[in-house]
């Protein structure tokens, strides 16, 4: 499954504007060419749980605000027709496999409704002050229910709760940009991938001053980190002084031991699609110890084998993607470069006749001056003047070729 979205490289390489009967033609014509760009293993991750790409959460958020129409207090609250109608006009700013549709509406649901929850979030909460696309009466009926619903209000301290405790809280200063995002900078300031502990790192502490964490948790679970990595890389190097064979030292199990596991899918600090990386068929034992099993000669690498496949997978899906655009845009640009000949030839033949009016019209003054000098010559002896030429027959079409033409009945749809 995949979804392509607008980037700076416009579709094609002909430099000619297409005429604008194109507008009708979704992301294909009008709009700039769709790429997708996926780096490495944790890309698919996120994309397979669908976590935020910049342009999809823009668009929901336009839509929430644009067709809120009732005082909806969450997205459950909407119609199933109204989020309907809300999904195929996020679809029509993207191209999507009509095969991949039922997986990007639950994605869609999914996204719209922790976006909907936060822009709620963020008006009780007084972050967004203006909030000029909410009607005053709707945001009456919101304050009410925020204030009396019992049943609400229990949930909201609930949550705040386990926020607060140690276990559940995840503090960070990442905002809302994707941890992917974040790793592909790193990659480009360092020059190499970033380990989990740079990342960590970089996302819990203060921007302002990067020797502060966010809170205690970031930073007992750091210290912990790194004092178990010098445990561990005492032991490799004792086990190496006895001439023992060894593995590389799995960073991901150390961190997830850790922090005590995974929670939900998930483990503290890494997001979910990292925890799907980090399973593993060894034992913690030997993966913590750096010892490598007895038959890792014969047991292939899986996490090489996912990166290969995956490359494998979105080359053909991109060598596909491409094949079909230009075969739509063949069937679609064909009748249109039709269209455009015929124009030019209508525009030819209308020059040519507004040249032949204006022939016209000056042998017409010249005959005018010539039947005057006639009459007043009338009653002289003088020899009347010759009559001026007759002007070209108009019925010559030089520049307009009607074997050219075609039928026009074609459907240009």
Not at 55 to 73: H, N
Not at 103 to 112: C, I, L, V
Not at 303 to 326: A, C, G, K
Request: with cysteine; aromatic share 10%; hydrophobic share 30%.
């Amino acid at each position: 499954m995949y979804i392509r979205y607008p980037v700076s490289e416009t579709l094609g390489s002909s430099s000619t504007s297409p005429p604008s009967e194109t507008a009708s033609v979704p992301n294909i014509v009008t709009k700039e060419r769709l790429v997708d760009k996926f780096s490495n293993l944790s890309i698919l991750y996120e994309i397979i749980s669908w976590l935020p790409f910049p342009l999809g959460s823009q668009k929901i958020t336009e839509i929430i605000k644009k067709r809120y129409d009732k005082p909806y207090k969450k997205f459950e609250d909407v119609p199933l027709p109204t989020k309907k109608l809300w999904f195929k006009e996020w679809k029509s700013h993207f191209l999507i496999d009509d095969d991949d549709d039922e997986f990007f509406w639950r994605a869609f649901k999914y996204r719209t409704s922790k976006r909907f929850s936060q822009m709620m979030s963020d008006i009780r909460e007084g972050v967004d002050t203006t909030h000029e696309w909410l009607i005053p009466a709707y945001k009456k009926v919101l304050e009410r229910y925020w204030e009396t619903d019992e049943k609400w209000k229990n949930i909201r301290k609930k949550a705040r709760e386990n926020r607060a405790s140690l276990l559940g809280g995840s503090v960070h200063c990442g905002g809302s940009i994707p941890l992917s995002s974040t790793i592909e900078r790193m990659k480009k300031q360092l020059g190499r991938t970033p380990t989990h502990e740079e990342v960590f790192k970089e996302t819990h502490t203060l921007k302002s001053d990067k020797s502060k964490w966010v809170d205690k948790r970031s930073q007992d679970t750091h210290e912990k980190f790194i004092k178990k990595l010098a445990e561990v890389q005492a032991q490799r190097a004792e086990a190496q002084a006895q001439g023992m064979e060894l593995q590389p030292i799995d960073e991901d199990l150390i961190w997830e031991e850790v922090c005590g596991g995974q929670k939900k899918n998930r483990v503290y600090g890494k997001g979910s699609f990292f925890s799907s990386s980090i399973k593993s068929g060894t034992t913690s034992a030997n993966s913590v110890s750096g010892r490598a099993p007895r038959n890792q000669n014969s047991v292939p690498d899986l996490r090489e084998q996912i990166h290969n496949l995956n490359e494998e997978l979105f080359q053909r899906v991109t060598q596909q993607t491409d094949e079909r655009i230009s075969k739509l845009l063949d069937t679609r640009l064909a009748p249109l470069e039709k269209t455009q000949k015929k124009l030019e030839k209508l525009e030819r033949a209308i020059g040519k006749a507004k040249k032949e009016k204006l022939k016209q019209k000056r042998w017409n003054e010249a005959y005018v001056s010539y039947y005057e000098k006639v009459r007043a010559s009338s009653s002289s002896s003088a020899v009347p003047l010759p009559p001026p030429p007759p002007p070209p027959s108009m019925s010559s079409d030089e520049g307009y070729d009607d074997d050219e033409d075609e039928d026009d009945t074609e459907d240009y749809s």
